[in-house]
């Protein structure tokens, strides 16, 4: 069954705006009309989204190589992950309901799964850190299927905050970034390299320490490996999607929506009454206890002695 929505009008500004998106497949063959009967819209803009964050993270690879260009990376990764939260958390102009939440993180799941594949490790670790955002992780809704595999995937691949992703960087120095005919094959996450785009040397210490751990011989290859593949990406500078461009979605704004969606409760969800209570008379109690009892003690012995004084 063809479904009736798969990406918002909000993220299809964000996301495919301005990027390339090939023509759809034409249903004229048999072969096409076979393959339409197994694949739909949902998989097509799953596709497109994909490849334009695949554009996109070669894009900030190239726009580092100019003067400056690292400066702006920070800021840049960070409204990646705030603005895909807030599409996560929202459906356009309408009422943002558990199934158009459900539908929203199970998309972006799949873009996660679909990158991670294309090794585009920059848009699937964007997407893991807004799947799991204290806004987004807070919401009791059922997950997919496979959303508990792909979450230990992505933590067995990249690592975690507090060591600075270090199992990805250290993965990443056994990588073949460039295929034979000239282009990249492996983007790493610019989220996990940040720390070495910029060339001050104020918290390398405090990194090494508290966090990769990796040596000055593994820093220095990874820091070269990130200015090869800024420099076979330089033809691509400034065709991000619109997801970078725009300004970070503040923590608080996220948080009220995604109180706002859970504030709204469906019939399903509200509190069963229970049924009306006969009242108990003062010497009465619940059967059970009760029937506990010795026969002529209905009552406990301090109501007893207080109805015997008066």
């Not at 670790?125 to 919401?139: D, F, G, P």
């Not at 295929?179 to 390299?193: E, Q």
């Amino acid at each position: 069954m063809k479904r009736t929505r798969t990406l918002s009008d909000q993220g299809c500004q964000l996301f495919l705006d301005g990027m390339f998106v090939p023509p759809p497949l034409k249903k004229k063959t048999l072969r096409n009309f076979l393959f339409s009967c197994f694949h739909s819209d949902w998989d097509d803009k799953i596709e497109q989204v994909v490849s334009s964050c695949r554009l996109s993270t070669m894009a900030l690879y190239g726009e580092i190589w100019e003067s400056g260009g690292a400066d702006n990376i920070p800021k840049r990764l960070n409204a990646g992950i705030t603005n895909t939260v807030r599409l996560i958390l929202s459906n356009d102009d309408k009422k943002v309901t558990k199934s158009s939440l459900m539908s929203n993180y199970r998309f972006f799941l799949s873009v996660m799964r679909r990158a991670h594949e294309n090794n585009d490790h920059q848009t699937a670790m964007m997407m893991w850190l807004a799947l799991t955002h204290m806004s987004v992780e807070r919401l009791k809704f059922h997950r997919p299927k496979k959303h508990k595999e792909l979450m230990e995937l992505m933590e067995e691949t990249y690592g975690v905050s507090t060591t600075c992703y270090n199992k990805h960087l250290v993965s990443m120095l056994d990588k073949d970034i460039m295929a034979l005919n000239g282009g990249v094959t492996y983007l790493p996450s610019l989220i996990a390299c940040s720390m070495f785009l910029n060339n001050k040397t104020r918290f390398s210490k405090a990194f090494k320490v508290m966090g990769h751990r990796l040596d000055r011989n593994s820093v220095n290859e990874i820091k070269g490996m990130l200015e090869v593949i800024s420099v076979l990406c330089y033809a691509n500078r400034g065709a991000k999607a619109h997801l970078y461009e725009i300004e970070p979605t503040a923590p608080v704004d996220l948080f009220e929506m995604s109180c706002a969606i859970k504030e709204k409760r469906s019939p399903r969800n509200k509190l069963k009454r229970t049924k009306t209570q006969k009242p108990l008379e003062w010497n009465e109690m619940p059967s059970p206890v009760a029937k506990s009892l010795d026969k002529g003690k209905r009552a406990s012995v301090y109501v007893v002695n207080m109805r015997e004084s008066n």
